[in-house]
Antibody, heavy 118, light 108 residues
């Protein structure tokens, strides 16, 4: 069974730097791109970042470029999202989502809530 | 960046009716890599349609997608109470990936 489990969320001070993790199982991890998508509670979905299977190529939404860094450890089947200089606008549930080449985002984790507040 | 505009924002229909949701892209979607997702309250999004018209595994044939280029449609025939949800279109053909703002389907 495909599983993606996010962790690392919680209450963060403005300017804080949490690191989210996404632990994957049930599939050949190093064959898949992994995306991060966020959702402000009660609002729509917003794509954040993606990393390729080898961990070489990364892309980011303009809203997080220069502040967030995505990485992966294929030996641990885990993707990380290092978030820096957080502001209130970064408050959201963060989902990691699997994607095969030229395929849609198919399996979603349950998400981890990041709340930026003093 | 490809901007996806969904309409209508909210649709209120009775069971058994047909829902038609539109997704218009600001520029042509590469290879028609357009997906539709369903999200119910408290749940994660579920993939319904990809490649504009291919149903994902386990999705009933009441759900169908059509369109190409910049204009795409999700149709839900014979609406059931369980179809009450927010539906998002998303393009995955070019970076950055983008989502539409969502369309809420309410079942009366």
């Amino acid at each position: 069974e495909v599983q993606l489990v996010e962790s690392g969320g919680g209450l963060v001070q403005p300017g804080g730097s949490p690191r989210l993790s996404c632990a994957a199982s049930g599939f050949t991890f190093n064959n898949y791109w992994i995306n991060w998508v966020r959702q402000v509670p009660g609002k729509g979905l917003a794509w954040v970042s993606r990393i390729d299977p080898g961990g070489i190529s990364t892309i980011y939404a303009d809203s997080v470029k220069g502040r967030f860094t995505v990485s992966r450890d294929n030996a641990k089947n885990t993707v990380y999202l290092q978030m820096n200089s957080l502001g209130a606008e970064d408050t959201a549930v963060y989902f990691c989502v699997r994607q095969a080449r030229d395929e849609p985002l198919d399996y979603w984790g349950q998400g981890t809530l990041v709340t930026v507040s003093s | 960046e490809i901007v996806l505009t969904q309409s209508p924002g909210t649709l209120s229909l009775s069971p058994g009716e047909r829902a038609t949701l539109s997704c218009r892209a600001s520029q042509s979607v590469v290879k028609n890599f357009l997906a539709w997702y369903q999200q119910k309250p408290g749940q994660t999004p579920r993939l319904l349609i990809y490649g504009a018209s291919t149903r994902a595994t386990g999705i009933p044939d009441r759900f169908s997608g059509s369109g190409s280029g910049t204009d795409f449609t999700l149709s839900i025939s014979r609406l059931e109470p369980e179809d009450s949800a927010v539906y998002y279109c998303q393009q995955y053909g070019s970076s950055p990936l983008t989502f539409g703002e969502g369309a809420k389907v309410e079942i009366k």
